[in-house]
C-alpha cells in the first residue's frame, strides 16, 4: 500500500465498520470506546483491548480486495486474516475506516484507536521505528496502470516519454517510484488516484498489483486501460500493532496466520479473494 477474482458474496464473520475517518482525539470516535492508559483486558490472561470483547482494527477504506465494503459489511482479504487471531481470542473484529498516513505512521495504535491495523500495509524500516508488525501474511509486488496505446513498459519510457505519473500518497509505491527519480503526482487514495487516471490527470499510476488487477475486472476500466509492467519490489504485508505490544495479542496473530498457512486455511482465503493460489498472482 498491495482482482476479481471470485465472487464477492463472501461476508468476514464479525466485521462492523465504524464509519468515517476518525481524529486522534483523547475522546473516542465513531462509536468506539476508549480504554483507559492501560487497556482493558477482555479476560483473564487475555490481551489489553480498547474496547473488552472487540477485537479493534484501523484500516483505509475502500483497497480491494484487502478492505472494502460490500453492502454495510466490510469484507477482503485483510478482514478474513485478522478475524482467525479474533476467533482464536473469542472476540468480535469490528472495523475502524481511518486516513493511511495515521494508521502507517502507528499514531492510530499509539493512540488507542484501535488494537491492530490490516491496511494492505508493507513492512518497512521506516515504519517499525513506531509499529510492532506480525509475521509477513502477504507478499507484495507494485504495478504500473496505464491508458491503452501509450506503449510504456517501464518506469523510464515513462520518464522519456514525459508522461504524467501518479502515485497514492503515504505509500511504499510512491516511495519507490520516487527513488527511480520520478517526481509523481500524489492522490490522497487508491479511489482519487484511479480517478486522476480516468479524468487525464496522469497518463500511467503506480498501485499494488492486486488492486490493478481488480481494478481491471471492471469493463469501464478494462476497455481504456492496461497493465503495461509488474515492479518486484520484494513487499510484504504485516498486522501492525502498536510498538510497544501486547504479548497475548502479538503471540495470537501470529499463531493464527502460522496455522492458517499450514492447514491450508490461509490458500483458502486466498484463493477466495485473488482467484488463484500464492505464488500465482503475476
Known amino acids: 500500500m498491495g482482482l476479481s477474482f471470485v465472487s464477492r458474496r463472501a461476508v468476514a464473520v464479525g466485521a462492523v465498520v465504524v464509519a468515517g475517518a476518525l481524529g486522534l482525539s483523547a475522546c473516542g470516535g465513531g462509536g ?42 466490510t469484507v477482503g482479504f485483510d478482514v478474513d486474516i485478522v478475524d482467525l487471531a479474533a476467533k482464536k481470542l473469542g472476540l468480535t473484529q469490528e472495523i475502524v475506516d481511518i486516513d493511511f498516513a495515521v494508521i502507517k505512521s502507528g499514531a492510530a495504535m499509539a493512540a488507542g484507536k484501535c488494537d491492530v491495523a490490516a491496511a494492505g500495509m508493507t513492512i518497512t524500516p521506516e515504519r517499525r521505528a513506531n509499529i510492532t508488525f506480525s509475521e509477513p501474511y502477504f507478499d507484495a509486488t507494485q504495478a504500473l496502470l496505464a491508458k491503452k496505446g501509450l506503449g510504456v513498459k517501464t518506469l523510464d519510457e515513462i520518464k522519456a516519454k514525459n508522461l504524467k505519473l501518479g502515485a497514492q500518497a503515504s505509500t511504499t509505491g510512491l516511495e519507490y517510484v520516487k527513488k527511480q527519480g520520478l517526481n509523481p503526482k ?73 496455522t492458517a498457512k499450514s492447514d491450508g486455511t490461509y490458500e483458502k482465503i486466498f484463493v477466495k479473494w485473488f482467484g488463484k493460489k500464492p505464488g500465482e498472482l503475476g
Open 32 to 73: 468506539t470506546t476508549s480504554a483507559n492508559s492501560d487497556g482493558a483486558a477482555s479476560a483473564a490472561g487475555g490481551p489489553k483491548l480498547v474496547t473488552p470483547g472487540k477485537l479493534t482494527t484501523c484500516t483505509n477504506l475502500p483497497y480491494e480486495p484487502f478492505q472494502f465494503k460490500e453492502g454495510d459489511k
Open 186 to 258: 500524489e492522490f490522497a487514495d487508491s479511489p482519487k488516484e484511479l480517478l486522476g487516471l480516468q479524468s487525464g490527470q496522469a497518463d500511467v499510476i503506480v498501485q499494488d498489483l492486486p488492486v490493478v488487477l481488480t481494478w481491471l475486472k471492471k469493463p469501464e476500466i478494462a476497455d481504456k486501460f492496461e497493465l503495461v509492467a509488474s515492479l518486484d519490489t520484494g513487499e510484504q504485508y504485516g498486522i501492525g500493532l502498536k510498538k510497544q505490544a501486547d504479548p497475548v495479542l502479538l503471540k495470537a496473530i501470529n499463531d493464527a496466520i502460522t
